[in-house]
Protein backbone atom coordinates (compact mmCIF):
# COMPACT_ATOMS: atom_id res chain seq x y z
CA UNK A 1 0.00 0.00 0.00
CA UNK A 2 1.90 3.15 -1.30
CA UNK A 3 1.70 6.33 0.72
CA UNK A 4 -0.20 8.52 -1.44
CA UNK A 5 -1.27 12.39 -0.94
CA UNK A 6 -5.18 11.03 -0.28
CA UNK A 7 -6.04 9.56 2.59
CA UNK A 8 -5.73 5.95 3.06
CA UNK A 9 -9.47 4.14 2.75
CA UNK A 10 -9.72 2.00 5.39
CA UNK A 11 -12.67 -0.22 5.93
CA UNK A 12 -13.39 -2.23 9.06
CA UNK A 13 -15.51 -5.16 8.73
CA UNK A 14 -17.27 -5.54 12.41
CA UNK A 15 -18.78 -3.84 15.27
CA UNK A 16 -16.95 -5.67 18.26
CA UNK A 17 -14.35 -5.45 20.57
CA UNK A 18 -11.16 -5.49 18.10
CA UNK A 19 -13.42 -3.15 15.19
CA UNK A 20 -14.17 -0.13 17.79
CA UNK A 21 -9.95 -1.03 19.28
CA UNK A 22 -8.77 -0.56 15.52
CA UNK A 23 -11.20 2.66 14.29
CA UNK A 24 -9.63 4.29 17.94
CA UNK A 25 -6.04 3.21 17.90
CA UNK A 26 -6.10 4.50 13.68
CA UNK A 27 -7.91 7.74 14.04
CA UNK A 28 -5.23 8.37 17.23
CA UNK A 29 -2.23 7.69 15.48
CA UNK A 30 -3.11 8.21 11.64
CA UNK A 31 -5.01 11.27 12.28
CA UNK A 32 -6.56 12.71 8.78
CA UNK A 33 -3.82 10.11 6.52
CA UNK A 34 -6.61 7.54 7.08
CA UNK A 35 -10.25 8.06 5.72
CA UNK A 36 -12.45 5.55 7.65
CA UNK A 37 -15.34 3.12 7.00
CA UNK A 38 -17.47 0.63 9.01
CA UNK A 39 -19.37 -1.91 8.19
CA UNK A 40 -21.08 -3.65 10.98
CA UNK A 41 -24.91 -5.85 10.60
CA UNK A 42 -26.06 -4.23 13.72
CA UNK A 43 -26.25 -0.89 15.15
CA UNK A 44 -24.94 -1.30 18.86
CA UNK A 45 -21.20 -2.26 20.14
CA UNK A 46 -22.12 -4.74 22.88
CA UNK A 47 -20.15 -5.53 26.31
CA UNK A 48 -21.12 -9.17 26.31
CA UNK A 49 -19.03 -10.05 29.01
CA UNK A 50 -20.66 -9.12 31.30
CA UNK A 51 -23.48 -11.64 30.36
CA UNK A 52 -22.28 -13.66 33.44
CA UNK A 53 -23.08 -11.28 35.85
CA UNK A 54 -26.51 -10.92 34.68
CA UNK A 55 -28.38 -13.85 36.31
CA UNK A 56 -26.48 -12.61 39.53
CA UNK A 57 -27.56 -9.19 39.64
CA UNK A 58 -23.88 -8.15 39.52
CA UNK A 59 -24.12 -6.60 36.28
CA UNK A 60 -25.49 -6.26 32.88
CA UNK A 61 -24.44 -6.23 29.42
CA UNK A 62 -23.76 -2.94 27.98
CA UNK A 63 -24.83 -1.62 24.78
CA UNK A 64 -23.43 1.23 22.87
CA UNK A 65 -24.64 3.08 19.24
CA UNK A 66 -21.77 2.83 16.81
CA UNK A 67 -23.02 5.97 15.41
CA UNK A 68 -21.10 7.66 18.53
CA UNK A 69 -18.14 6.00 17.70
CA UNK A 70 -18.89 6.34 13.85
CA UNK A 71 -19.19 10.03 14.52
CA UNK A 72 -16.27 10.74 17.24
CA UNK A 73 -13.53 8.55 15.02
CA UNK A 74 -15.01 10.68 12.11
CA UNK A 75 -16.05 7.17 10.26
CA UNK A 76 -18.59 6.25 8.32
CA UNK A 77 -20.81 3.46 8.94
CA UNK A 78 -22.97 0.96 6.70
CA UNK A 79 -25.32 -1.47 8.63
CA UNK A 80 -24.46 -4.35 6.53
CA UNK A 81 -22.29 -7.50 6.81
CA UNK A 82 -19.51 -8.55 4.14
CA UNK A 83 -20.22 -11.57 2.75
CA UNK A 84 -17.03 -11.60 -0.24
CA UNK A 85 -14.38 -9.89 -0.36
CA UNK A 86 -12.27 -8.92 -4.14
CA UNK A 87 -8.62 -8.72 -2.60
CA UNK A 88 -7.42 -8.33 -6.28
CA UNK A 89 -10.24 -5.43 -6.81
CA UNK A 90 -9.90 -4.17 -3.28
CA UNK A 91 -13.66 -4.38 -2.80
CA UNK A 92 -15.83 -6.05 -0.21
CA UNK A 93 -19.20 -7.32 -1.44
CA UNK A 94 -21.94 -6.76 1.03
CA UNK A 95 -25.07 -8.98 1.98
CA UNK A 96 -27.22 -5.86 1.15
CA UNK A 97 -25.66 -6.08 -2.60
CA UNK A 98 -23.75 -3.19 -1.97
CA UNK A 99 -20.18 -2.93 -2.76
CA UNK A 100 -17.23 -1.11 -0.97
CA UNK A 101 -14.26 -0.36 -2.08
CA UNK A 102 -11.18 -0.32 0.27
CA UNK A 103 -7.23 0.96 -0.02
CA UNK A 104 -6.95 -1.64 3.13
CA UNK A 105 -9.73 -4.28 4.74
CA UNK A 106 -9.52 -5.03 8.42
CA UNK A 107 -11.76 -8.23 9.19
CA UNK A 108 -13.03 -8.02 12.60
CA UNK A 109 -16.12 -9.78 12.41
CA UNK A 110 -15.81 -12.10 15.16
CA UNK A 111 -16.64 -16.24 15.49
CA UNK A 112 -19.58 -18.08 15.97
CA UNK A 113 -21.15 -19.94 18.65
CA UNK A 114 -22.07 -24.16 18.25
CA UNK A 115 -23.77 -26.00 20.77
CA UNK A 116 -21.57 -28.70 22.20
CA UNK A 117 -24.02 -30.68 23.68
CA UNK A 118 -28.19 -30.40 23.00
CA UNK A 119 -28.83 -31.55 26.79
CA UNK A 120 -27.38 -29.10 27.95
CA UNK A 121 -27.32 -25.03 29.36
CA UNK A 122 -25.35 -23.01 26.35
CA UNK A 123 -23.73 -20.05 27.84
CA UNK A 124 -23.23 -18.25 24.49
CA UNK A 125 -23.29 -14.84 26.28
CA UNK A 126 -25.82 -13.72 22.98
CA UNK A 127 -29.40 -14.67 25.05
CA UNK A 128 -28.56 -17.29 28.09
CA UNK A 129 -29.72 -15.23 31.17
CA UNK A 130 -33.06 -16.20 31.03
CA UNK A 131 -31.92 -19.96 30.69
CA UNK A 132 -29.45 -19.21 33.75
CA UNK A 133 -32.25 -17.75 35.96
CA UNK A 134 -33.90 -21.18 35.39
CA UNK A 135 -31.16 -23.01 36.51
CA UNK A 136 -30.85 -20.98 39.46
CA UNK A 137 -34.49 -21.17 40.70
CA UNK A 138 -34.51 -24.81 40.32
CA UNK A 139 -31.33 -25.05 42.68
CA UNK A 140 -33.77 -22.34 44.84
CA UNK A 141 -36.56 -24.76 44.65
CA UNK A 142 -34.82 -28.03 45.33
CA UNK A 143 -35.20 -29.91 41.75
CA UNK A 144 -31.34 -29.37 41.19
CA UNK A 145 -28.55 -30.65 43.35
CA UNK A 146 -26.00 -31.85 40.95
CA UNK A 147 -24.84 -29.78 38.53
CA UNK A 148 -21.72 -30.43 36.00
CA UNK A 149 -19.92 -27.22 34.31
CA UNK A 150 -18.71 -28.12 31.29
CA UNK A 151 -15.54 -26.86 29.01
CA UNK A 152 -15.84 -28.72 25.76
CA UNK A 153 -12.77 -29.59 23.49
CA UNK A 154 -12.05 -26.72 21.51
CA UNK A 155 -13.43 -24.15 23.66
CA UNK A 156 -10.84 -21.53 23.70
CA UNK A 157 -12.02 -18.99 26.63
CA UNK A 158 -12.95 -20.65 29.17
CA UNK A 159 -13.15 -17.93 31.95
CA UNK A 160 -17.13 -17.48 31.77
CA UNK A 161 -18.07 -20.79 33.09
CA UNK A 162 -15.64 -20.08 36.46
CA UNK A 163 -17.38 -16.85 36.53
CA UNK A 164 -21.21 -19.30 36.05
CA UNK A 165 -19.77 -21.79 38.65
CA UNK A 166 -18.67 -19.38 41.09
CA UNK A 167 -21.39 -17.23 41.38
CA UNK A 168 -23.46 -20.26 40.94
CA UNK A 169 -22.12 -21.48 44.75
CA UNK A 170 -22.21 -18.22 46.13
CA UNK A 171 -26.16 -17.71 44.98
CA UNK A 172 -26.57 -21.31 46.16
CA UNK A 173 -24.93 -20.28 49.50
CA UNK A 174 -26.95 -16.81 50.12
CA UNK A 175 -29.83 -19.35 49.11
CA UNK A 176 -29.29 -21.29 52.58
CA UNK A 177 -28.78 -24.23 50.52
CA UNK A 178 -25.69 -26.66 51.17
CA UNK A 179 -26.74 -30.17 49.58
CA UNK A 180 -25.69 -28.78 45.99
CA UNK A 181 -22.63 -30.79 44.62
CA UNK A 182 -21.09 -28.87 41.65
CA UNK A 183 -17.78 -29.97 39.52
CA UNK A 184 -15.87 -28.20 36.37
CA UNK A 185 -15.20 -30.40 33.50
CA UNK A 186 -13.08 -29.19 31.25
CA UNK A 187 -9.84 -30.63 29.17
CA UNK A 188 -7.35 -27.95 31.15
CA UNK A 189 -5.28 -29.92 33.24
CA UNK A 190 -5.22 -27.36 35.83
CA UNK A 191 -8.13 -24.54 36.76
CA UNK A 192 -7.49 -21.92 33.78
CA UNK A 193 -4.83 -23.50 32.97
CA UNK A 194 -3.78 -20.28 30.60
CA UNK A 195 -2.91 -18.14 33.27
CA UNK A 196 -0.05 -19.96 33.96
CA UNK A 197 0.78 -21.68 37.35
CA UNK A 198 0.16 -18.80 40.38
CA UNK A 199 -3.18 -17.38 38.10
CA UNK A 200 -4.24 -21.26 38.06
CA UNK A 201 -3.10 -21.93 42.07
CA UNK A 202 -5.11 -18.63 43.18
CA UNK A 203 -8.54 -20.36 40.87
CA UNK A 204 -7.67 -23.85 42.14
CA UNK A 205 -8.03 -21.85 45.75
CA UNK A 206 -11.52 -20.54 44.63
CA UNK A 207 -12.92 -23.51 43.47
CA UNK A 208 -11.72 -25.13 46.52
CA UNK A 209 -13.52 -22.33 48.95
CA UNK A 210 -16.30 -22.50 46.41
CA UNK A 211 -16.89 -26.65 47.13
CA UNK A 212 -16.28 -27.16 43.55
CA UNK A 213 -14.69 -30.20 42.32
CA UNK A 214 -12.55 -29.52 39.83
CA UNK A 215 -12.13 -32.47 37.38
CA UNK A 216 -8.95 -31.43 34.42
CA UNK A 217 -7.93 -33.58 31.44
CA UNK A 218 -11.22 -34.44 31.37
CA UNK A 219 -12.66 -34.64 27.41
CA UNK A 220 -16.36 -34.94 26.50
CA UNK A 221 -18.64 -35.54 23.16
CA UNK A 222 -22.28 -35.56 22.92
CA UNK A 223 -23.98 -39.27 22.80
CA UNK A 224 -26.22 -40.03 20.51
CA UNK A 225 -29.30 -38.99 23.20
CA UNK A 226 -27.23 -35.29 23.08
CA UNK A 227 -25.83 -35.67 26.49
CA UNK A 228 -22.31 -34.97 27.80
CA UNK A 229 -20.20 -38.17 28.14
CA UNK A 230 -17.10 -38.23 29.31
CA UNK A 231 -14.04 -39.79 26.88
CA UNK A 232 -12.92 -42.46 26.63
CA UNK A 233 -15.57 -44.88 27.87
CA UNK A 234 -18.59 -42.45 27.19
CA UNK A 235 -19.28 -42.10 31.24
CA UNK A 236 -21.99 -40.25 32.15
CA UNK A 237 -21.68 -37.54 33.57
CA UNK A 238 -23.75 -38.28 36.74
CA UNK A 239 -25.30 -34.67 37.01
CA UNK A 240 -28.90 -33.23 36.81
CA UNK A 241 -27.92 -30.07 35.27
CA UNK A 242 -25.38 -29.61 32.54
CA UNK A 243 -24.01 -26.04 31.79
CA UNK A 244 -21.62 -26.17 29.14
CA UNK A 245 -20.03 -23.58 26.90
CA UNK A 246 -20.12 -23.81 23.15
CA UNK A 247 -17.19 -24.38 20.95
CA UNK A 248 -16.42 -21.32 18.68
CA UNK A 249 -15.51 -21.43 14.90
CA UNK A 250 -14.91 -18.89 12.29
CA UNK A 251 -17.11 -17.39 9.92
CA UNK A 252 -16.74 -18.33 6.62
CA UNK A 253 -16.33 -15.05 4.14
CA UNK A 254 -16.25 -15.59 0.61
CA UNK A 255 -13.22 -14.59 -0.70
CA UNK A 256 -10.61 -15.21 2.28
CA UNK A 257 -8.52 -18.12 3.00
CA UNK A 258 -9.16 -20.27 6.54
CA UNK A 259 -8.14 -23.19 7.94
CA UNK A 260 -10.96 -26.07 8.65
CA UNK A 261 -12.45 -24.44 11.68
CA UNK A 262 -13.18 -21.17 9.37
CA UNK A 263 -10.16 -19.23 11.31
CA UNK A 264 -8.41 -16.77 8.90
CA UNK A 265 -4.40 -17.09 9.45
CA UNK A 266 -2.49 -13.57 10.35
CA UNK A 267 1.23 -12.95 10.67
CA UNK A 268 1.95 -11.02 13.50
CA UNK A 269 1.04 -7.67 12.21
CA UNK A 270 -2.26 -9.26 12.00
CA UNK A 271 -1.48 -9.59 7.77
CA UNK A 272 -3.99 -12.16 6.04
CA UNK A 273 -1.55 -14.39 4.77
CA UNK A 274 -2.00 -14.52 0.71
CA UNK A 275 -4.27 -11.71 0.67
CA UNK A 276 -2.37 -7.82 -0.17
CA UNK A 277 -3.73 -4.86 1.76
CA UNK A 278 -6.32 -7.37 4.25
CA UNK A 279 -5.65 -7.71 7.74
CA UNK A 280 -7.23 -9.48 10.36
CA UNK A 281 -7.38 -9.13 14.45
CA UNK A 282 -9.65 -11.16 17.18
CA UNK A 283 -11.55 -14.33 17.36
CA UNK A 284 -11.86 -14.77 13.42
CA UNK A 285 -8.31 -15.37 13.43
CA UNK A 286 -6.17 -18.43 13.80
CA UNK A 287 -4.93 -17.18 17.29
CA UNK A 288 -5.91 -20.01 19.50
CA UNK A 289 -7.14 -17.74 22.78
CA UNK A 290 -10.26 -16.35 21.49
CA UNK A 291 -10.70 -13.49 24.17
CA UNK A 292 -11.09 -9.63 24.26
CA UNK A 293 -8.19 -8.55 25.72
CA UNK A 294 -5.96 -9.75 23.49
CA UNK A 295 -8.14 -9.12 20.25
CA UNK A 296 -7.49 -5.24 21.10
CA UNK A 297 -3.80 -5.88 21.14
CA UNK A 298 -4.25 -7.90 18.02
CA UNK A 299 -6.23 -4.80 16.55
CA UNK A 300 -3.59 -1.90 17.71
CA UNK A 301 -0.98 -4.02 16.17
CA UNK A 302 -3.24 -3.47 12.56
CA UNK A 303 -3.80 -0.22 13.12
CA UNK A 304 0.36 0.93 13.84
CA UNK A 305 0.93 -0.82 10.58
CA UNK A 306 -1.79 0.92 8.92
CA UNK A 307 -0.69 4.09 10.83
CA UNK A 308 2.64 3.69 9.32
CA UNK A 309 2.25 2.55 5.66
CA UNK A 310 0.10 5.87 5.66
CA UNK A 311 2.68 8.14 6.77
CA UNK A 312 2.48 8.19 10.25
CA UNK A 313 5.50 8.51 12.10
CA UNK A 314 4.54 5.11 14.18
CA UNK A 315 7.08 2.57 14.53
CA UNK A 316 4.51 -0.67 14.15
CA UNK A 317 5.17 -3.42 17.11
CA UNK A 318 4.07 -7.13 16.62
CA UNK A 319 1.64 -8.57 18.29
CA UNK A 320 2.88 -9.72 21.89
CA UNK A 321 -0.33 -11.04 23.57
CA UNK A 322 -0.60 -10.40 27.50
CA UNK A 323 -3.71 -12.20 28.82
CA UNK A 324 -5.08 -9.93 31.55
CA UNK A 325 -8.47 -11.68 33.35
CA UNK A 326 -10.70 -10.48 35.69
CA UNK A 327 -12.61 -13.22 37.18
CA UNK A 328 -15.90 -12.52 38.76
CA UNK A 329 -15.93 -14.61 41.53
CA UNK A 330 -18.74 -13.86 44.07
CA UNK A 331 -18.52 -11.76 46.88
CA UNK A 332 -16.94 -13.57 50.19
CA UNK A 333 -13.79 -15.15 48.65
CA UNK A 334 -10.52 -14.32 49.01
CA UNK A 335 -9.62 -11.67 46.59
CA UNK A 336 -5.89 -11.57 45.03
CA UNK A 337 -4.67 -9.76 42.14
CA UNK A 338 -1.50 -11.82 40.25
CA UNK A 339 1.34 -9.70 37.55
CA UNK A 340 2.59 -12.42 35.81
CA UNK A 341 4.44 -10.98 32.54
CA UNK A 342 6.88 -13.07 31.18
CA UNK A 343 8.34 -14.92 34.51
CA UNK A 344 9.71 -11.31 35.68
CA UNK A 345 8.17 -12.00 38.89
CA UNK A 346 4.62 -11.55 40.66
CA UNK A 347 3.57 -8.21 42.24
CA UNK A 348 2.41 -8.92 45.63
CA UNK A 349 -1.63 -9.84 46.03
CA UNK A 350 -3.23 -6.22 46.90
CA UNK A 351 -6.57 -5.43 47.56
CA UNK A 352 -9.06 -3.84 45.09
CA UNK A 353 -13.30 -4.04 45.55
CA UNK A 354 -13.93 -2.06 43.45
CA UNK A 355 -13.15 -1.77 39.31
CA UNK A 356 -14.89 -0.31 36.51
CA UNK A 357 -16.81 -2.50 34.05
CA UNK A 358 -15.44 -1.09 31.30
CA UNK A 359 -12.49 -2.90 31.93
CA UNK A 360 -14.00 -6.28 31.87
CA UNK A 361 -12.06 -6.31 28.22
CA UNK A 362 -8.61 -4.79 28.97
CA UNK A 363 -8.05 -2.49 25.48
CA UNK A 364 -5.92 0.24 25.35
CA UNK A 365 -8.27 2.24 23.43
CA UNK A 366 -11.60 0.66 24.07
CA UNK A 367 -11.54 0.86 28.07
CA UNK A 368 -11.08 4.61 28.34
CA UNK A 369 -13.80 5.07 25.40
CA UNK A 370 -16.16 2.44 27.14
CA UNK A 371 -15.31 4.47 30.62
CA UNK A 372 -16.22 7.33 28.86
CA UNK A 373 -19.68 6.25 28.77
CA UNK A 374 -19.80 5.68 32.53
CA UNK A 375 -18.60 9.23 33.45
CA UNK A 376 -21.84 10.94 32.39
CA UNK A 377 -23.81 8.04 33.79
CA UNK A 378 -24.96 8.32 37.70
CA UNK A 379 -26.36 4.48 37.01
CA UNK A 380 -23.28 3.30 35.87
CA UNK A 381 -22.29 1.05 38.62
CA UNK A 382 -18.81 0.61 39.76
CA UNK A 383 -19.40 -3.01 41.06
CA UNK A 384 -18.40 -4.00 44.67
CA UNK A 385 -16.22 -6.37 43.30
CA UNK A 386 -14.96 -8.70 46.56
CA UNK A 387 -13.95 -12.30 45.65
CA UNK A 388 -12.78 -11.19 42.10
CA UNK A 389 -9.83 -12.34 40.79
CA UNK A 390 -7.49 -10.20 38.91
CA UNK A 391 -4.90 -11.74 36.57
CA UNK A 392 -2.10 -10.85 34.49
CA UNK A 393 0.38 -12.62 32.06
CA UNK A 394 2.62 -12.49 29.36
CA UNK A 395 2.33 -15.22 26.94
CA UNK A 396 4.54 -16.60 24.20
CA UNK A 397 4.77 -15.07 20.48
CA UNK A 398 3.59 -18.23 19.58
CA UNK A 399 0.52 -19.34 21.94
CA UNK A 400 0.06 -23.15 21.64
CA UNK A 401 -3.24 -24.32 21.37
CA UNK A 402 -5.29 -25.74 23.98
C1 LIG B 1 -19.93 -15.05 27.92
C2 LIG B 1 -18.61 -14.46 27.46
C3 LIG B 1 -17.78 -13.87 28.40
C4 LIG B 1 -16.54 -13.34 27.98
N1 LIG B 1 -15.73 -12.76 28.94
C5 LIG B 1 -14.60 -12.12 28.54
C6 LIG B 1 -13.83 -11.37 29.48
O1 LIG B 1 -14.14 -11.32 30.67
N2 LIG B 1 -12.73 -10.72 29.03
C7 LIG B 1 -12.33 -10.77 27.73
O2 LIG B 1 -11.33 -10.14 27.38
N3 LIG B 1 -13.04 -11.49 26.82
C8 LIG B 1 -14.17 -12.15 27.19
N4 LIG B 1 -14.91 -12.84 26.27
C9 LIG B 1 -14.40 -12.98 24.90
C10 LIG B 1 -14.63 -11.72 24.09
O3 LIG B 1 -16.00 -11.31 24.16
C11 LIG B 1 -14.26 -11.99 22.63
O4 LIG B 1 -12.97 -12.56 22.56
C12 LIG B 1 -14.25 -10.67 21.84
O5 LIG B 1 -15.54 -10.13 21.79
C13 LIG B 1 -13.69 -10.89 20.43
O6 LIG B 1 -13.72 -9.68 19.73
P1 LIG B 1 -13.98 -9.65 18.15
O7 LIG B 1 -14.02 -8.22 17.78
O8 LIG B 1 -13.04 -10.55 17.49
O9 LIG B 1 -15.42 -10.29 17.97
P2 LIG B 1 -16.80 -9.71 18.45
O10 LIG B 1 -16.64 -8.84 19.64
O11 LIG B 1 -17.70 -10.89 18.55
O12 LIG B 1 -17.28 -8.78 17.26
C14 LIG B 1 -17.54 -9.27 15.98
C15 LIG B 1 -18.31 -8.19 15.24
O13 LIG B 1 -18.38 -8.51 13.85
C16 LIG B 1 -19.71 -8.36 13.40
N5 LIG B 1 -19.86 -9.23 12.23
C17 LIG B 1 -20.14 -10.56 12.17
N6 LIG B 1 -20.17 -10.97 10.90
C18 LIG B 1 -19.89 -9.89 10.14
C19 LIG B 1 -19.80 -9.69 8.74
N7 LIG B 1 -19.96 -10.70 7.88
N8 LIG B 1 -19.52 -8.45 8.29
C20 LIG B 1 -19.33 -7.41 9.14
N9 LIG B 1 -19.43 -7.56 10.49
C21 LIG B 1 -19.70 -8.78 10.97
C22 LIG B 1 -20.54 -8.74 14.60
O14 LIG B 1 -21.86 -8.27 14.49
C23 LIG B 1 -19.75 -8.04 15.69
O15 LIG B 1 -20.07 -6.67 15.73
C24 LIG B 1 -16.14 -13.40 26.64
C25 LIG B 1 -16.98 -13.99 25.71
C26 LIG B 1 -18.22 -14.52 26.09
C27 LIG B 1 -19.09 -15.13 25.06
Same mark, same amino acid.
Given at each position: ??????????????????????????????????????????????????????????????????????????????????? /?? &? #? %? $??? !????? @????????? +??????????????????????????????????????????????????????????????????????????????????????????????????????????????????? /?? &? #? %? $??? !????? @????????? +??????????????????????????????????????????????????????????????????????????????????????????????????????????????????????? %? $????????????????????????????????????????
Amino acid at each position: MPVSSHPTHVVIAGGGVAAVECALALRDLAGDRVRLTIIAPAPDFELRPMRTAEPFSRGHVRRHPLDDLAAQVGAELITDSVV /RV &D #A %D $GHS !VLCAG @DRTVAYDAL +VLAVGAQHRTAFRHALTFTGDRSTLSFNGLLADIDEGYAHTVSFVVPPGTTWPLPLYELALMTAHEAWSMGIEDIRMQLVTPEDAPLALFGPEGSAAVAKLLDTAKIAFRGTCYT /RQ &D #A %D $GRA !VVLPD @DEPLDSQRV +VALPTIEGLAIGGVPADERGFVDVDEHGRVTSLADVYAAGDATTSPIKQGGLACQQADAVAEVLAAAAGADVHPTPFRPVLRGRLMAGRGAAYLEHSLHGGAGDTPPREMRLWSVAHKI %D $GKYLSPWLAGFEDGDAKAPVIDHAGDLIIDVALPAAIPAT
